[in-house]
Structures are given as C-alpha cells and as structure tokens.
C-alpha cells in the first residue's frame, strides 16, 4: 500500500508580505476614519485632534484583536493566501505570542514616542551642564596658563568630544528610525519579517495553496540594496558634516565664547546654521502652549509691539473679502486663535495646526508637505 507524498507549504515571498499588510492598512485607515467620526461627533473636532494618536492606536488594537488574537487571519492575509506561522517549525503561534506581537507592534511605537522626547530633555540638560562646567574649567586652566607665561595650547579630552558629539545628535541617536531601516533592509533580501515585531516573536507567512514550479517567486533584493546604498550615503554626509563642525566646537568649548541664544520658553538654541532640526526640538520640548505676552515678543524677536493691531479681524468691513464660513479654523471649527499659515497657503489656529504638523507633516486641506517649523504665525 503506498502512501501519499507529504505536502509542504512553502514560505510567502516578500512581494506578497507587502500586498498583505498593505491591505491590512488600507482596512486599519478606513476604521480609522470611522472611529475619528465618531469621535468628533460626540466629543467634538478639537477633542478628536487632541486624541488623534490614541484613536489610531484604538483602531490598531481592534482590527488586530479581533483577527489575529483570536485566531483569524486578517483581511490582507485572506486576500494574499497566506497564514502566520511560528518561524521554520510551521506551527501556528499561540495566544501568548499573538498577543505579545500585538502589544508591541501598535503599542511599542505609541510609547516610544510618549518616552522619547522627556528622555531626551533630561540628557541634553545634562549634556549641556556638563560641557559648560568643562568650558568654565578650561577657562580658568587658560587664564592660569597667560598669567603664568605660558603659551601651550590646551587639547580638548575625548570625553568632552563625545559628549558634544551626542548633544548635537541627541535626535538621531535616540531615534529607533535606523533599528526599523536595517530590519527592513533585511526582509528585503531574505523574505521574511517584514516588521520588527515579526522578527523579535519569530512570525512568518507560509502560503496556503501548492505553488506551481512554474510561477515566478521574485523577491525585492534590488529594494534593499537601494536601502543600504541610502543608509551609506546618509552616513557619510552625517561623518563629514560632524568634521566640517568640529572646529567651530572645540573653540566653543575652548574661548566660552557665545554660540547659543536663549530664546521664548526659556530654549537656549545654538547659532551654528547647520542645527535647524535641533533647534526646533529645543523650541518645541520648551514650549507651554501658552501666548507669550508682547514684552516677551519684542524681547525675543527684537522686533517693536504696535500699540494695537493693524487690522480688526472680527470687523465685517476690513474682513469683507473673506466669507464668514471661512473665518472659522477648520481643524477645530471655532473661530480662528492666533491665525498661522502654512507653505501652502492655508490658515488655521496656531495650536491647531502645531498640534497636527506634529503628529501628521501634511497640511490637512491639500495634503502638501508641512513640517512645524515652517508654520508662520500671523501678526496684525
């Protein structure tokens, strides 16, 4: 009596990974869409843009909890013939691992970006009381030195390198951006785990159906090697920035002499061109979110206060050429506080649309590039 040929389910290939949790996306953004309409009516528009984070990570949670926690495969999964599968043992994941891979798939991401920024305040305080007290103390060692007669120039140690190194980079080393590129970098050229959750519980996809020989299984190697050659090319403009900018901060740190300014909410920012994105940072973890009262203004702009603003925004005549509807912002449906436009032309209320250049860099009318720190307030 013979038996039957034991078959063998083959692992999914990257292209179909990708169709897969594409879809899984497309299904996540429309219950996203649901549960934020919900939300703003019966919350209202500004509770519903305060808590657009928690919203996503709600919808994430239910559309992953009522799929894959309880055993189901996913709507991208279905469509794409594949199932999830415990690394080369073939076995189907039990609960605790489903589970596990949920949490940190959708709530990783949402606490890292809750932890990040107070953990990177704290450093960089320390960072900054460190080099100023070095730089007091080479100060002194000098003023010793030229009292004493002696003209040997003093080196800068290495541990003072290193932390000004970090200080100026705090952003990007504190990033888990590179950790999630060299994982995808990886699926690339092996097939498998496309996220870093499905790495760290050991998940893959094996297909469902018998793969014919002739059916052509391509995978995405060109894609990773463009991701490495990006990475590489990243890396070495970053090394020669950190050359080009040495010497200004060893003589920062060596004379004492100014090269930062304290700004509005108390930010003390550098003056070198080349640190727009830290700066922003400072200026953004500094931040209140309360108006700054005119005094302040003219301080920190050096610009005069008018005794009283230019234009009436409330009065129908000087207002005439725009429609009523349109005074009103459309993130929070009120009428508009502190007007700040975009690079595209838009207005809105400044910490409305702050709020959601922060969580989203895309204008929410025509959904062109808006990043934060081209946001400019409008002054009557």
């Given at each position: 009596?013979?038996?039957?040929?034991?078959?063998?389910?083959?692992f999914a290939t990257s292209p179909d990974v990708i169709r897969s949790h594409q879809k899984d996306a497309y299904f996540s953004a429309v219950l996203l869409e649901q549960l934020t309409s919900l939300l703003r009516k019966v919350k209202g528009a500004r509770y519903a843009h305060t808590y657009t984070s928690e919203t996503r990570v709600f919808g994430e949670l239910m559309y992953l909890g009522l799929t894959t926690l309880i055993g189901n495969r996913t709507l991208g999964e279905e469509y794409c013939d594949i199932i999830q599968v415990e690394g080369e043992s073939g076995r189907l994941p039990d609960l605790a691992r489903r589970a596990a891979y949920i949490l940190s798939c959708v709530l990783g991401p949402y606490v890292l970006?809750?932890?990040?920024?107070?953990f990177r305040k704290r450093i960089r305080a320390k960072l900054e009381a460190n080099l100023k007290n070095y730089g007091r103390q080479r100060a002194k060692a000098q003023q010793h030195a030229h009292e004493s007669g002696s003209s040997k120039p003093m080196s800068t140690p290495l541990a003072a390198r290193v932390q000004n190194y970090i200080l100026q980079n705090l952003d990007t080393i504190t990033s888990p951006s590179p950790v999630y590129a060299l994982s995808l970098a990886t699926f690339y050229f092996a097939g498998s785990y496309y996220h870093l959750s499905k790495r760290i519980w050991n998940l893959r996809?094996?297909?469902?159906?018998?793969?014919q020989e002739s059916d052509q299984r391509m995978g995405y190697e060109v894609l990773g090697v463009l991701l490495i050659l990006q990475m590489a090319v990243q890396a070495y403009l970053h090394l020669q920035n950190t050359v080009s900018r040495d010497a200004l901060q060893t003589s920062a740190l060596g004379t004492g002499m100014g090269t930062s300014a304290m700004v509005g909410g108390g930010a003390e920012v550098s003056l070198d061109p080349n640190a727009y994105s830290a700066n922003n940072a400072l200026l953004f973890e500094a931040s209140t979110g309360q108006a700054a009262s005119p005094t302040e203004l003219q301080k920190w702009t050096n610009t005069p206060v008018a005794d009283g603003p230019r234009y009436e925004l409330n009065d129908d005549e000087t207002m005439a050429w725009i429609g009523e509807n349109n005074r009103k912002c459309t993130?929070?449906?009120e009428g508009m506080k502190d007007p700040s436009v975009t690079t595209c032309g838009h207005v809105f209320c400044w910490?409305?649309?702050?709020?959601w250049a922060r969580e989203k860099p895309e204008c929410p009318l025509c959904r062109q590039n808006c990043l934060a720190q081209h946001i400019l307030p409008l002054r009557g």
């Open positions: 009596m013979s038996t039957a040929p034991r078959f063998v389910y083959p970006g809750r932890i990040l920024p107070a996809y094996i297909f469902t159906r018998h793969v993130l929070c449906l910490t409305c649309i702050s709020d």
